[in-house]
């Protein structure tokens, strides 16, 4: 059983580090404040040739593997968790999952490879207004129409909606199959009928761009397809797999962040004539805050090797890391307010700003309820 990283691997944290330290911390407090879309931070990330890092060179990405995605949106969640859900989805999540595995080959040189060189921009539409965790109460149909099929329905919640110029439209071709019955659309953003919501106002993760589709007979053609009628449920709950990924090496990105923060902090910090890690709380709170972390990066770091080695096993991993590593991120977030004291409550820190943002990761890609359920599941069997 082999803990270290590759070279190589190690030469990526080092260029992903000193690009978010140079590019990224100095402007992360203002992104939250002003509610600043962070799409000229992902156009410089493109700018590295990073897109789609596990997607061999030949085919358009960047030869890489899935421990250096998981290392990116690591190293990018320490200074802005905005940036890093949206790196998430740039390097190796829902989008290029779904387009890499499951599109044909006119559907790639059309989407994903723009996609990869950041010439467009896409979004995943899943989540509607009463269909969240329980897809099956998805409303969006998409009725055959000769060689076309015409969309009706709204999308809520979905990250780079507003910045999108295609999107991946979850919609049910035959509402008597339920889950059996959706069907995954590509559909361009500019087609008659096809509008965006206003961009929605969060508690954290204020730079992430997020809003509503709106589809009022909205025609594509047969060829918009992903995979086959009825099987876009199946692709994707496997690219969600990916994505969970995601979020877990995301999650625990800002629980390091904030853990560095706090040990920084407690050492310039001095009451009683004395700086506040010498008191035995402060170092009980990072000790723990250290364990957990160490514990959630074990398991986002063998989810990611699992990916690589095509295990049956990482749908199992990714679901727990993501479970594990966000509910880490919280509590390491909400330690580091609290040893920074009424400090740590201003956004004069950024631990404020890092404990919002966490709390996001235990709602988005499948909520740690229905993780547990999923994971049960397995268990069981």
Do not use: W
Not at 189 to 210: A, H, I
Not at 214 to 224: L, Q, Y
Not at 266 to 273: A, D, I, M, T
Not at 307 to 317: A, I, M, V
Request: net charge neutral; charged share 25%; proline share 4%.
């Amino acid at each position: 059983m082999d803990f270290e990283l590759t070279k190589a691997q190690e030469q990526f944290r080092k260029t992903i580090r000193g690009f978010t330290e140079n590019e990224i911390r100095p402007i992360a407090g203002a992104v939250d404040r002003y509610e600043a879309t962070v799409d000229d931070n992902i156009k410089k990330l493109a700018a590295l040739h990073i897109n789609g890092i596990a997607i061999p060179v030949e085919e358009g990405g960047a030869g890489g593997d899935h421990v250096c995605y998981a290392i990116a949106c690591e190293e990018v969640a320490k200074a802005c968790t905005s940036t890093a859900t949206l790196v998430s989805a740039k390097l190796a999540g829902l989008l290029i999952e779904m387009l890499y595995y499951y599109g044909t080959p006119a559907q790639k040189e059309k989407y994903l490879q723009p996609f990869l060189q950041g010439e467009l921009e896409g979004c995943f539409g899943l989540t509607e207004p009463e269909a969240g965790s329980d897809p099956g109460r998805l409303c969006t149909t998409a009725i055959k129409d000769g060689s076309n099929y015409i969309i009706n329905g709204t999308k809520t919640f979905i990250t780079g909606a507003p910045l999108a110029d295609f999107a991946i439209v979850m919609a049910s071709t035959n509402k008597s199959l339920g889950t059996k019955g959706i069907t995954a659309f590509l559909v361009d953003c500019d087609t008659p009928g096809f509008s965006k919501g206003k961009p929605e106002q969060k508690m954290g993760q204020r730079g992430l761009p997020v809003g509503e589709l709106i589809m009022k007979n909205v025609v594509v053609p047969e060829t918009a397809i992903i995979g086959k009628e009825g099987m876009g449920f199946r692709l994707a709950m496997k690219s969600l797999d990916c994505g969970r990924l995601g979020i877990a090496s995301v999650a625990l990105g800002i629980a390091e962040g904030a853990y560095e923060a706090a040990v920084k902090y407690s050492k310039e910090r001095v009451q009683f004539g004395a700086p506040i890690c010498n008191n035995q709380a402060i170092q009980f709170m990072l000790t723990d805050m250290k364990m957990r972390i160490d514990a959630a990066q074990l398991l986002v770091y063998r989810a990611a090797v699992s990916k690589d080695k095509g295990s049956s096993s990482f749908p199992f991993e990714a679901s727990m890391a993501k479970v594990y590593a966000s509910e880490v991120a919280m509590f390491v977030t909400t330690k580091a307010v609290q040893i920074h004291g009424g400090y740590g409550y201003m956004n004069d820190y950024p631990v404020e700003r890092m404990m919002r943002d966490a709390k996001l990761t235990e709602i988005y890609e499948g909520t740690s309820e229905i993780q547990r359920m999923v994971l049960a599941r397995t268990i069981l069997k």
